[in-house]
């Protein structure tokens, strides 16, 4: 059966933590039109900045250029599918993908709000037919199949629930003190781009508390063993 067919065994009435999204109407799609700034230059959109910077990591200076000054982001990706990527760009595209929606999210009010707004268990999935960044299926199919059967890995997807979780608790565990230090200030008016950037900084020393704490551990395994 088709994909979002009653008939199909893997069947589901659209569940309410999925958020699927697709086109340029859409603040989640990188298809959304809105400047980014980032790379050194400015972006008419998310699709934009990543095909400009696949051309520049493959050596495509002409084509990055045709990207740069493409009307919209589907023209920036027709330009962008024409490129042969380099094992360079390959093998840092997902980062690369979410440096962008990094700086999407600091720099685009519409959509770092739906970010602050979403609730936790909240799944974003694009609704394409693209294997790695999507559901692999359109939007019926996608909102009528079971989560664990979409053919498409969802990276995308993947990638801005995670900003948006880091988004989501930072902004709650500064309120308060925001609150105290702005004199009236709305706390949601605060910096989110410094926000995204604390956001990096907690990551990454999250990520070394991790590693310190696994080599204790490995130390007085020893001793004991000793």
């Given at each position: 059966?088709?994909?979002?067919?009653?008939?199909?065994k893997?069947?589901?009435?659209?569940?309410?933590?999925?958020?699927?999204?697709?086109?340029?109407?859409?603040?989640?799609?990188?298809?959304?039109?809105?400047?980014?700034?980032i790379?050194?230059?400015?972006?008419?959109?998310?699709?934009?900045?990543?095909?400009?910077?696949?051309?520049?990591?493959?050596?495509?200076?002409?084509?990055?250029?045709?990207?740069?000054?493409?009307?919209?982001?589907?023209?920036?990706?027709?330009?962008?599918?024409?490129?042969?990527?380099?094992p360079?760009?390959?093998?840092?595209?997902?980062?690369?993908?979410?440096?962008?929606?990094?700086?999407?999210?600091?720099?685009?009010?519409?959509?770092?709000?739906?970010?602050?707004?979403?609730?936790?268990?909240?799944?974003?999935?694009?609704?394409?037919?693209?294997?790695?960044?999507?559901?692999?299926?359109?939007?019926?199919?996608?909102?009528?199949?079971?989560?664990?059967?979409?053919?498409?890995?969802?990276?995308?997807?993947?990638?801005?629930?995670?900003?948006?979780s880091?988004?989501?608790?930072?902004?709650?565990?500064?309120?308060?003190?925001?609150?105290?230090?702005?004199?009236?200030?709305?706390?949601?008016?605060?910096?989110?781009?410094?926000?995204?950037?604390?956001?990096?900084?907690?990551k990454?020393?999250?990520?070394?508390?991790?590693?310190?704490?696994?080599?204790?551990?490995?130390?007085?395994?020893?001793?004991?063993?000793?």
């Amino acid at each position: 059966h088709k994909p979002g067919d009653p008939e199909c065994k893997h069947f589901t009435e659209p569940l309410a933590n999925v958020v699927p999204f697709a086109g340029e109407s859409n603040c989640l799609s990188n298809f959304y039109p809105c400047e980014i700034n980032i790379f050194g230059l400015k972006h008419r959109s998310a699709e934009h900045a990543y095909q400009y910077v696949k051309a520049m990591r493959s050596g495509d200076i002409p084509r990055a250029t045709e990207i740069q000054s493409a009307k919209s982001a589907l023209d920036a990706k027709k330009i962008g599918n024409m490129v042969t990527p380099s094992p360079s760009f390959t093998d840092n595209q997902v980062t690369l993908m979410t440096e962008i929606i990094e700086a999407k999210a600091s720099q685009v009010p519409s959509f770092s709000e739906f970010l602050k707004n979403s609730k936790k268990p909240t799944v974003f999935v694009e609704t394409t037919y693209d294997n790695f960044w999507a559901s692999g299926l359109d939007s019926t199919g996608t909102s009528h199949t079971n989560p664990k059967a979409w053919p498409g890995k969802n990276t995308l997807g993947v990638i801005i629930a995670d900003i948006a979780s880091r988004v989501r608790s930072r902004t709650y565990s500064r309120s308060a003190s925001a609150s105290r230090t702005s004199r009236g200030k709305d706390p949601a008016q605060m910096d989110v781009s410094q926000m995204i950037q604390d956001l990096r900084n907690t990551k990454r020393s999250n990520n070394s508390g991790a590693k310190k704490a696994h080599n204790s551990a490995r130390v007085v395994n020893t001793d004991k063993n000793g």
